[in-house]
């Protein structure tokens, strides 16, 4: 987690193995390769799962779970401390709705999660790598924005956002508003329900500004519109020339 002296443990750093909470919690981690067939049809039953990337302690994700009777809550993050520590308090807690994914977030969306899959997906204080080099490295940015707004359900789709980083919030905010499937509004009087999550409360209480987001895809089910950095981005390149079948022919 950002400011922590923990270095990430290099198996959370993307390199190594990733494991895969049971649903209902249970106890025990299994390894992503043990239990994909079954992550895949359990995200593959409807569309109308909460997906948090980067949850931290997982404040947000377990209370809200617990609150939400049995609709689905999945997890996603890199950091084997947090993600053991918010597995153990889903655990405490008995909740049979929420699977934790441990891994980074735009590897686990490529290859695992179905595009529709979600209700909402939510981003909360993602690390901001503030350096202008690194910036490469947002988790959303408008290179990564059309696989995070894959994951929505059209149209009904959600995607909320927020972030003390302020350079990092306009650009997501930017990033958003120049999308063409996307609507977003900026939710300056904080969450109805208050801070979601630690980061939240705690930079609340020290009275830093926050931008937070609310997006939603446009009517219609515009989701295979894509941002203009991503669009522009895609190239096709031209097929092998065929030989003329003339010179196939001729001696
Ligand atoms: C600054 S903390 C915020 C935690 C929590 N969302 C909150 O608001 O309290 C950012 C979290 O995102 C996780 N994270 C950062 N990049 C990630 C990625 N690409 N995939 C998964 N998790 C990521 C970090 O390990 C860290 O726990």
Redesign the pocket.
């Known amino acids: ?3 922590s002296s923990d270095p ?1 443990p290099p198996e ?1 750093a993307g390199g190594g193995r990733r494991e895969a909470a049971p649903i209902g919690g249970g106890g025990g981690f299994r390894d992503l390769a043990s239990c994909r067939a079954e992550l895949r049809a359990a995200f593959a039953e409807g569309s109308d799962w909460e997906v ?6 997982g ?2 994700l377990v209370s809200s779970a617990a609150a939400a009777g049995s609709r689905p809550f999945l997890g ?4 084997s401390r ?1 993600f053991r520590l918010a597995a153990r308090r889903a655990a405490s807690r008995r909740l049979s709705n929420v699977i934790l994914l441990r ?4 590897y686990l969306i490529a290859t695992l999660l179905p595009a529709g899959m979600a209700r909402t997906v939510h ?5 901001p790598w503030p350096k202008s080099r690194h910036h490469r490295r947002r ?1 959303l940015d408008p290179r990564t924005v059309d696989l995070v707004l894959a994951l929505l359900d059209p149209p009904r789709g959600r995607l909320f956002f ?1 972030t003390d980083h302020l350079e990092y919030g306009e650009a997501v905010a930017e990033t958003l508003a120049r999308h063409p499937a996307v609507e977003v509004d900026r939710v300056d009087d904080g969450w109805p329900e208050g801070p ?5 409360a705690k930079f609340e209480r020290e009275g830093r500004p926050i931008v937070r987001l609310a997006a939603r895809l446009r009517g219609g089910g515009a989701a295979s519109l894509l941002h203009p950095a991503g669009r522009d981005d895609l190239l096709v390149g031209p097929a092998p020339a065929q030989e003329p079948s003339a010179s196939r022919t001729s001696s």
């Open positions: 987690m950002r400011g990430l959370a948090e990337l980067g949850f931290g302690k404040r947000f996603v993050e890199m950091a947090y891994g980074e977030a735009l981003v909360y204080f993602p690390d988790l927020a979601r999550t630690n980061y939240e």
